[in-house]
């Protein structure tokens, strides 16, 4: 990718972080029934501050998906993917907290008027009701999530010792394909082309396990980071990186690349400090893509 492209591309990502960073989250909150923000538990607990963070990485995706629908995303398609963003990691906990049977978590989903059984489904269905009352095509909304669920509990398989690597590259593929089909079935567009999509996501759960690398080995958890050497990871995602790209045209295709970047921008931040991944972490090592330098490196590819 030619470096004036790269610019162009990381400047209209940070457009999409200040579109998301000018929403009206007090007006919504609000509407959802958040009525005392400073004293309500649910508010004040862990999976309310990490549902922002994952506006970020949700949103900068779904507003990148008008270069694939040739149009702005609507003011009605952004709240949901603020919606879903806020409900994803409290969904996460479902599985990895809770332990809760997945029978449990598709009737929620099916019928979302089932009363919860604790904070974390609350808070969930706080999310998830208003979300699936809005969505256009809720058979399509559903399915996608039905699918995601079933690769949700099949990622219980990480946590065994003799899961193989190829199961677990299967198992973050379905993983992150079926959150960005489920994140493109928010907007009420035409999918035309869901493979190239699908290794998108995949290729984005492939960068969340490298920049979590160490949470994930000291759990114990298997993924495609952990497994790899530093060196053999880093050819491992570089062509998983282009194969995505390559999938789309050029201009969806540059905004791909930079949103991906970061993977190899951390991988290059491992190795100058002598990680290798297929080792036990002695210490967290953190690659901070808010840093100066790591900005200037995303926005002109330098490595």
């Known amino acids: 990718m030619g470096i004036f492209s790269n610019i162009k591309s990381a400047w209209q990502l940070r457009k999409y972080l200040k579109k998301l960073e000018a929403f009206d989250y007090k007006s919504l909150y609000k509407k959802l029934g958040f009525q ?3 004293n309500q538990y649910l508010l004040k607990s862990k999976h309310f501050n990490r549902g922002r963070q994952y506006v970020k990485s949700f949103g900068l995706m779904g507003l990148s998906f008008e270069k694939l629908i040739s149009r702005r995303i609507f003011d009605d398609e952004l709240e949901r993917i603020v919606l879903l963003s806020h409900l994803a990691p ?3 906990d479902l599985f990895d907290k809770r332990n809760t049977p997945k029978e449990r978590i598709v009737l929620l989903l099916r019928e979302p008027s089932t009363q919860p059984y604790n904070d974390e ?19 399509s909304f559903l399915s996608c999530f039905l699918k995601l669920t079933d690769a949700q509990e099949n990622s219980k398989k990480q946590l065994i010792a003799n899961t193989s690597k190829e199961e677990i590259r299967k198992i973050t593929e379905e993983k992150g394909g079926c959150s960005a089909l489920l994140l493109f079935s928010l907007l009420d567009a035409e999918l035309k082309n869901e493979k190239a999509l699908y290794k998108l996501g995949a290729c984005c759960q492939y960068m969340d396990d490298i920049f979590d690398w160490y949470d994930d080995s000291t759990e114990n958890r298997k993924t495609i980071a952990n497994e790899l050497k530093t060196a053999d990871l880093k050819s491992f995602y570089s062509q998983e990186l282009l194969e995505t790209v390559d999938g789309f045209d050029k201009e969806f295709g540059t905004l791909a690349e930079t949103l991906l970047t970061p993977g190899n921008i951390c991988l290059d931040f491992y190795r100058k400090n002598g990680v290798d991944t297929i080792d036990t972490p002695e210490e967290r090592m953190i690659c901070d893509m808010e840093n100066s330098e790591n900005i200037r490196k995303l926005i002109f590819n330098l490595r």
């Open 36 to 38: 005392d923000q400073e």
């Open 90 to 92: 409290v969904y996460d």
């Open 121 to 139: 489904e609350l808070m969930f269905l706080m999310f998830y009701r208003p979300l699936f009352q809005k969505m256009n095509k809720k058979r």
